[in-house]
Structures are given as structure tokens and as C-alpha cells.
């Protein structure tokens, strides 16, 4: 257990629908990160937070949202889901957002595998 | 534009042989590099990191890798493959530019170990 937890670990949905995946960040974490890995796209840095503010943005489709809530876990709102969207989603905490980077760099969580049918 | 390159999609290696998975990056600033380990179905876990300080790295189950700054590398070794590190690694790179530093993680594509017994 890396002390990330993500949930679901499993959802399939159908075109067009909205999901919400949750991120428990290592307690003491105050940032937290989403990442998409598909096959043709690798892992693709998605959004960053940092204590509940959003940081840094990456390749985010307008259909997808994040927040960070006051207790640090996070969601990822996907909507008008394509199927295209079918991947695995992880999420990653650090302690800080800035130069003070935890001995591990990122921990990562086992991931929640969307596949959109 | 910040880029991590890993030129070979697999590795194939004899169980005992000496291993080495490569790595390139292109970045502005000085580089954090890490190396991961995903192993199916599973999140990713954290290897090794270059920071600063000696160009060989040691890491987690015997891995090390070597930062070399005028070829831009961080190649992953290991001087004895195991059948059990059969898996996908992935090199990673974040920018540190002072105030400008986000935490973001840019990754590779990605290599898959094979070793065989």
C-alpha cells in the first residue's frame, strides 16, 4: 500500500456519461497530481493541486475538471465521456509543490481503469 | 519544449546478465530525474532519483542509474537482471526554475524489461 488511494479501481460507463474519480492523498501530502496512461499516449500529466489550489495545468480536455477539497483528497470529473477517454487514471501526492519534494518524489496510487463502452 | 525520451520500447535480457534501460531528456533549468517501475495492474513505484550531487544514483532492489549532463542521459542499470524485474520503467524528468517550479512530472514512454530465465 503506497498510502495513495484511488477509487474506484474499475469503471465502465457508456459514451457520453460523467464519472467522478477519487484521490486520498500519503497523509502529510499536500500536493496531488492526476495522470492519464493510454496505450498511444504514455502518461500524460493531466492537473496539479496544491492544498486545494489548482498549480499547474497540462493536457486537460475541457470535459475534465478537478478540485481539491479542504481535507486534500481530490476528485477528477470526466464528462461527456468518448470512447477515446478509456484509459488508466492515476493519481500522485508529493509533500510540497515547490523545491521540497519528498525522498520519493511522487507516490502514486494503484490507479482507476475507466473504459467507456 | 521539456522532453523525456526513452528510445527503446523493450529490453530483452538473460536472467544474470547485466541490464541497462536508456534514457535521454531535453530541459531548460536543472533536472530532477527519476526513474519508476509499473508492474501490471499496478501504480507506479518509485526506483531512484538524481538530484544533485554524485552522477551514480543507487536505488531501490539493486538499481542505479548514471546522470551523465553532456549527453543529457539517466540510464538505468542493474549488474545481475532478475526474472522478477520483468516489468515497464519509465524516466522522468521535472524542471526546477525557482519561483517558476510547478512539481510536475514529465514522463517517457516508457520500457519494457523482459528477463528471461
Known amino acids: 500500500d503506497s498510502g495513495v488511494t484511488q477509487t474506484p479501481k474499475h469503471l465502465i460507463t457508456a459514451t457520453g456519461q460523467r464519472v467522478t474519480l477519487r484521490c486520498s492523498p500519503r497523509?502529510?501530502?499536500?500536493?496531488v497530481y492526476w495522470y492519464q496512461q493510454s496505450l498511444d499516449q504514455g502518461l500524460q500529466f493531466l492537473i496539479q493541486?496544491?492544498?486545494?489550489?489548482?498549480?499547474a495545468k497540462g493536457n486537460i480536455l475541457e470535459r475534465f475538471s478537478a478540485q481539491q477539497f479542504p481535507d486534500l483528497h481530490s476528485e477528477l470529473n470526466l464528462s461527456s465521456l468518448e470512447l477515446g477517454d478509456s484509459a488508466l487514471y492515476f493519481c500522485?501526492?508529493?509533500?510540497?509543490?515547490?523545491?521540497?519534494?519528498?525522498?520519493?518524489?511522487?507516490?502514486f496510487g494503484s490507479g482507476t481503469r475507466l473504459t467507456v463502452v | 519544449a521539456q522532453s523525456v525520451a526513452q528510445p527503446e520500447d523493450q529490453v530483452n535480457v538473460a536472467e544474470g546478465n547485466p541490464l541497462t534501460v536508456k534514457c535521454t531528456y531535453s530541459?531548460?533549468?536543472?533536472?530532477?530525474l527519476f526513474w519508476y517501475v509499473q508492474y501490471p495492474n499496478r501504480g507506479l513505484q518509485f526506483l531512484l532519483k538524481?538530484?544533485?550531487?554524485?552522477?551514480l544514483v543507487k536505488g531501490s532492489y539493486g538499481f542505479e542509474a548514471e546522470f551523465n549532463k553532456s549527453q543529457t542521459s539517466f540510464h538505468l542499470k542493474k549488474p545481475s537482471a532478475l526474472v522478477s524485474d520483468s516489468a515497464l520503467y519509465f524516466c522522468?524528468?521535472?524542471?526546477?526554475?525557482?519561483?517558476?517550479?510547478?512539481?510536475?512530472?514529465?514522463f517517457g514512454q516508457g520500457t519494457t524489461l523482459q528477463v528471461k530465465p
Open positions: 530541459v531548460s533549468g536543472n533536472p530532477y
Open positions: 497523509s502529510g501530502d499536500l500536493s
Open positions: 500522485a501526492s508529493s509533500v510540497g509543490s515547490g523545491q521540497g519534494l519528498s525522498s520519493y518524489g511522487y507516490t
Open positions: 538524481y538530484i544533485t550531487g554524485d552522477n
Open positions: 493541486y496544491y492544498n486545494g489550489e489548482e498549480r
Open positions: 522522468a524528468v521535472r524542471v526546477v526554475h525557482g519561483s517558476g517550479n510547478t512539481g510536475k512530472l514529465i
